[in-house]
């Protein structure tokens, strides 16, 4: 299946962010609080319509880039697609900003659609049916996290040219293995961008036992449902948490990890896993200031 997309070549990351691609910002003139005008770049959005074979399932807020993988991972998440679903293709319009998700044989997805449940995510997330569905019997890897990995990603992460660090306004979720970020997705929700690492995922038959999480946003019910529902045993994030996320977490296993700046971190599920292999102060303190101009290196 050919999706569309670019790989970057700059780094051995297997998708990066591509801040300068044409149509994800555009310039807005407006003035500052001494009254200067200024001009700064904005992040745009557009709706994307993902169908099930013939039926229209929802219209999304997007950036706009990966909307095949965008798709699917919505409606893996979902679970409107399960391991017993055979794709045969994905189609997307860019005129119509509509993806048909085509499976050989019907699916059984009506029962998700008689029930919606919006969430806390930004740009307004929606899950059908039941957000505990397939939890209970859920057994994830055990899997240990090393400190020293883990201050490396973050590190390479927050260095990473980005639309966040170009525009802000926007979220990003980075698909990890070891000290390694392989694919970085960012839109205008978490949600999405979740989703669109697990659309790649599933497109490219990746496992998840080990595999991180990396996201910029909050650690809530919704990103650890999705995240162990993806089969990931580790969730990490630089911001903070909301109580049913971690009793979720705690509850099928998943190791989570929040608050990673700089040298610090807090972990309220799966501490027996973390690997102490390195003295928290011998790494660097980095501001905001030195991730922006890391960046622009």
């Given amino acids: 299946m050919q999706l569309s997309g670019v790989l970057d070549s700059t780094s051995d990351y297997l998708i990066a962010p ?64 399960t391991n017993a679903d055979e794709v045969t293709g994905v189609e997307y319009d860019d005129d119509l900003e509509v993806v048909v ?70 979220h990003g979720t980075v698909l990890c293995q070891g000290n390694r970020p392989l694919v970085y997705m960012e839109d205008v929700g978490r949600h999405n961008a979740v989703d669109k690492i697990a659309g790649w995922m599933l497109s490219e038959n990746v496992g998840p036992a080990d595999k991180l999480l990396y996201t910029t946003g909050r650690l809530t019910s919704e990103m650890v449902i999705k995240t162990a529902l993806m089969g990931i045993p580790v969730l990490a994030s630089r911001s903070g948490f909301t109580a049913w996320g971690v009793d979720i977490a705690q509850q099928v296993g998943l190791t989570l990890i929040g608050r990673l700046r700089g040298n610090r971190f807090v972990c309220l599920s799966g501490r027996e896993r973390i690997l102490r292999d390195v003295d928290p102060t011998t790494v660097p303190f980095e501001s905001v200031k030195h991730r922006r101009k890391g960046a622009a290196e």
């Avoid at 994830?140 to 883990?150: D, G, H, I, K, T």
């Avoid at 966040?164 to 306004?169: K, N, P």
């Fill in 101 to 170: 998700v085509r499976t050989r044989t019907e699916t059984n997805h009506e029962a998700k659609l008689a029930k919606k449940t919006r969430t806390s995510g930004c740009a307004v997330g929606t899950v059908f049916g039941d957000m505990m569905d397939g939890l209970d019997d859920l057994t994830l890897p055990v899997a240990s996290v090393r400190m020293s990995e883990l201050y490396a990603l973050a590190s390479r992460i927050n260095r990473t040219p980005s639309l966040y660090l170009t525009a802000g306004a926007i």
């Fill in 18 to 81: 591509d801040p300068d691609r044409s149509g994800l910002t555009r310039k807005v003139k407006g003035s500052d609080q001494t009254g200067a005008e200024v001009s700064i770049s904005v992040v745009e959005e557009r709706p994307l319509t993902i169908y099930l074979n013939s039926r229209e399932i929802v219209t999304a807020m997007t950036i706009g880039d990966y909307p095949e993988y965008l798709a699917l991972g919505f409606l893996r998440n979902q679970r409107m697609l």
